[in-house]
């Protein structure tokens, strides 16, 4: 028994890593276009709509889908169905009531939360949004059911549907409100129905396929006597709670610097109404952009986690601390040329991607290419620690980053010479912060310190070299095109075609040299799947 569900856990996590970069895929395709069919300032009252919708989502979920997946995943390995059906049916009454408050609070007060935000122009939006967050309630408790069965798959399926739906029905009605000549609030609010329908869809497929594959009812022949609704309660909130608490702290430090950030502009910083939502919203867009290399880091931390905890208890604190210096130096192999690109193409990208955007975000988007490698490396010693058996350290490390991100950026936004660009730094300082603070936990509670030079080196010098030949590629072939004058899809040739080859120059450069300066080795390969047998096909020792 213990054998096969080993089995279904490695295969399920095979599926929802598939399944997450598939979901990360068709969330770019749906912000992309979406940022090209609002103007900035519609795109940023979208931003800060999501902001709210999240923060109330992460209070309701973050933490009693684990808990309700944990309990019954207890209960089903002890056969006690009866028990399993009482977790199942107090966690589904938890979820709707918790569900319930966070719709009606956004569908009774939509105008009183905008103005909270800085940003009245949400108010629509807030309301559309609004029943999205009962619908994923219910959702989650049908997640925590398949879960605790060691099944991810429908859950893995239910998140595809679920951005599928988003980007059909949220890209249909936002293009067929602009093209009708609705007002940008309307084509936002638009944009956002397709959350709500995506989250009603994404809800009966779960529902549908539990129900189908599981004995979701009180089993007639069980024998185990349940225990009472307040007990199973009792223990999703313990469970559950501290997890809340801790994966909402960054939810609400964000909420809170979107909020800070458009007061600042209409305040100290002395911006009209507009003029702040255009430069909110081109910030916004430019976030779009750097969120993308986390797409990468997320899956790989569902094979780095486990292989640091396992290395602890089977090989001892020397054996972890090394694959967690491995895990480390793969991730700066992976999002660290992501992060130098980014910034030393910042200009082509948002012209490539948005070109009907505010001349701000080529900047904007450099400063972030530079914080992207901090975010990643932060995600990734939050996650060690844990695996290390240090769970409420990154807690201390995320309360730092998000109180120097909230002050940097009251501080600089104000600043009317700074403006917008002091929020990138907010977020740079935020991330600096808290991958230091973690790597000086690391320092004291693992058994030897990570060796930066390891970690930074080879990598680092192929990334500039990569960064290097990609900018001379652009800037040459952009002279040589100055005159070309049409366009694809709205974007210039002359800023497309040397773009695309810039970053496909930049891609070839940079695998060559990872591989001839060794800057990844065999035991780097060991933690992906298959690995072993791809370092062996590229010559990797």
Known sequence: MAEKKGQNF???AAIYTVGIILVKILGAVYKIPLGNILDDAGFGVFDITYKIYNFFLTIATAGLPVAMSRLISEADSLDRENQVYRIFRAGTMTFLALGAVGTAIMMLFPAEIGAYMNNVQTSRSIFVMAPSVVLVCVTAAYRGYAQGHSDMIPSTVSQVIETAVKVVVGLGCAGYLYRAGYSMEICVAGAILGTTVSSLAAMVYMMVAVHRKYQVRP???????PPSYKWVVSNLLRIGIPITISTSI????????AGITMGQLKGAAGYADTAAGVLYGVYSKAMTVYNVPSAFVVPFLSSIVPAVAAARMKDGPAAAADIAESSMRMCTLLCLPMA??????????MQVLYPNASGQGPLLLFELG???????MSLMTNSILPANGNERLPL????????????VTYVLVGNPNINIYGAPLGTLSCYLVMLGTNLFFMA???ARPMNIGRILGRSGLSAIIMAIAAWAVWSLLHGLMGGVTSSVAGRPVNVILPFVIAVGVGVVVYCVLVIALRAITMEDMKLFPKGEKLAKKLHIH
Do not use: N, W
């Not at 130098?340 to 990208?349: F, H, K, R």
């Not at 530079?370 to 975010?375: A, D, E, G």
């Open 219 to 225: 089993p007639r022949e069980a024998a185990d006597t």
């Open 250 to 257: 960054m939810s609400v430090i964000q909420l809170l610097d």
């Open 10 to 12: 490695l295969h399920g």
């Open 370 to 376: 530079i914080t992207c490698y901090f975010m990643t």
């Open 340 to 349: 130098i690109g980014m910034a030393v193409l910042a200009e082509p990208c």
């Open 444 to 446: 004291r509670h693992m």
């Open 396 to 407: 201390i490390a995320i309360l730092l980053g998000g109180t120097a991100k909230v002050v």
